[in-house]
């Protein structure tokens, strides 16, 4: 007679992610020392105080699923479920899905081939920050915190309120006081309450570590921060999916944290080791604004170490962090594949604005300026090659810095004129005065 015994345990059987429910998830681990770390509220490593990150059976994941099975999903983050540390919640916002658009205008402006714009402006929240915010919010759930927290320079307020409302918990969304109004008044419309601090943003982020560590709430970019830094890999699966599995020459970026640009090259990585597109030596290429850009004077500096900017100047909230957690491993990232990080002055990222807006239909924050920008220096600098297949992250919405696009230009430059774009003046609603000044 057979005697059934139990297999013994294995990743794939014994399921260490926050409450079990992805079985390939084998844990989290120190990126610095490698020490494993069992999943939970952890995020940072005991031994060497490095950030840990969640580790997975990739050979599991490639058993249970394969790009034919995720084609038969519905686009959004969850499709790549097997790849992500939680199960898809009951309740969430309609995350990712965003298209990937081929700009060729702009592409020709800034002297790149082959350009394509990873369009994450129409998220939810209008910004990337809700593919983040989704995981960390199903990993809170799953947990069975009950209230979200975030430290933000502006899209993680929105993305954390919103997430909070649809998942119905209160949130609690820390930002510098001087922050866009626009910001917070998105946050608020969603019922979160609203803390500005007199301070940085680096004022805020030291505040919430205490926040997380005493009440215990879901910080998203705290204590949720593994979970919640896999969000972003989605970026990269979607990219690799519209390209027919295939990776890019380059990408381009912005950096704040530098968790977004790490994490798409770690999934990139992950989608090579399962099989699923061909190794290519692709060149990560990040933008920050030269008024807070403690990674890009690292790099042009040729040294090791980033060295934190203590009073961030420029229009880029979005960026505005003065000691980034992940900049040395965004530092390694664009050094180690031959790419670049650049800095770029406000005049600069407002002009990229209003050229992507013109000439291609897509409105973006100052992210996405500096972002273009960026484009445009790594083409002079050489690392963007004639050729090249480029795929550029404008990773949220125009709407929210509406100041952005005007900066720079002089009010009478504002002001529409028969053969020059703008805002006419006030009008009767006769043809015959439209018709007159058309013609002035
Ligand atoms: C629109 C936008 N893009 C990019 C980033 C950079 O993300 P990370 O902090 O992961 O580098 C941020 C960060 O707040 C952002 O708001
Ligand atoms: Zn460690």
């Known amino acids: 007679m057979a005697i059934e015994t139990s297999p013994p345990p294995t ?5 260490t992610s926050p409450t079990g429910t992805n079985p390939a998830v084998i844990g989290l681990a120190c990126r610095g020392c490698g020490r494993p770390e069992a999943a939970g509220l952890s995020y940072v490593c005991p031994a060497c105080f490095g950030p840990l990150e969640v580790v997975y059976d990739l050979r599991a994941v490639g058993a249970t699923v394969s790009p034919a099975i995720l084609a038969t999903r519905p686009a959004g983050v969850w499709r790549y479920r097997e790849l992500l540390p939680v ?9 990712g899905g965003t298209p990937l658009v081929s700009a060729t205008r702009l592409g020709a402006a800034l002297g790149v081939d082959r350009l394509l714009v990873k369009d994450d402006t129409r998220n939810p929240t209008l910004s990337f ?3 983040a915010v989704a995981i960390a919010t199903a990993t809170a759930l799953e947990l069975g915190l009950d209230a979200l927290a975030c430290a933000s320079t502006g899209n993680l307020a ?3 309120a919103a997430a909070a409302a649809a998942a119905g ?7 510098p006081a001087d922050l866009e109004q626009a910001k917070i008044d998105h946050a608020l419309a969603y019922g979160a309450t609203v803390v500005p601090i007199d301070g940085t943003y680096d004022d805020v982020n030291r505040l919430c570590l205490e926040v997380a560590d005493e009440l215990g709430w879901g910080t998203v970019n705290v204590n949720l921060r593994p979970y919640y830094a896999e969000g972003s890999k989605t970026l ?6 519209a390209l027919g599995w295939r990776l890019p020459d380059v990408v381009v970026a912005p950096i704040a944290s530098g968790a977004m640009l790490t994490r798409v090259a770690r999934a990139f990585e992950e989608l090579v080791e399962l099989g699923w597109v061909d190794p290519r030596p692709v060149r990560f290429v990040g933008g920050q604004s ?16 980033v060295s934190p900017v203590r009073t961030p100047d420029t229009i880029v909230r979005s960026l505005a962090i003065g000691n980034p957690a992940d900049g040395l491993h965004a530092l390694e990232l664009a050094r180690g594949t031959h790419g670049s990080i650049e800095a770029v002055d406000d005049a600069a990222t407002a002009d990229a604005i209003r050229r992507a807006a013109r000439l291609e239909g897509i409105y973006t924050e100052t992210a996405g300026g500096v972002t273009i920008a960026a484009v445009e220096s790594a083409r002079r600098r050489g690392v963007i090659r004639p050729g090249d297949e480029v795929v550029t992250l404008l990773t949220g919405n125009g ?20 053969g020059r774009p703008g805002l006419a003046p006030v009008l009767p609603a006769r043809f015959s005065a439209f018709e007159g000044w058309l013609s002035a």
């Open 290 to 305: 030269a008024g807070c850009a403690p990674v890009a004077t690292a790099w042009s500096g040729g040294v090791d170490v």
């Open 158 to 160: 929105g993305a954390t």
């Open 87 to 95: 199960a898809v919640p009951e309740r969430s916002l309609a995350v």
């Open 169 to 175: 918990l209160p949130a609690y969304v820390f930002v």
């Open 399 to 418: 709407l929210k810095t509406p100041d952005a696009v005007r900066f720079g230009v002089a009010d009478e430059n504002r002001v529409a004129t028969p």
């Open 129 to 131: 920050k809700d593919r």
């Open 236 to 241: 990269a699966y979607e990219i690799a999916e």
């Open 11 to 15: 990743a794939a059987t014994t399921g």
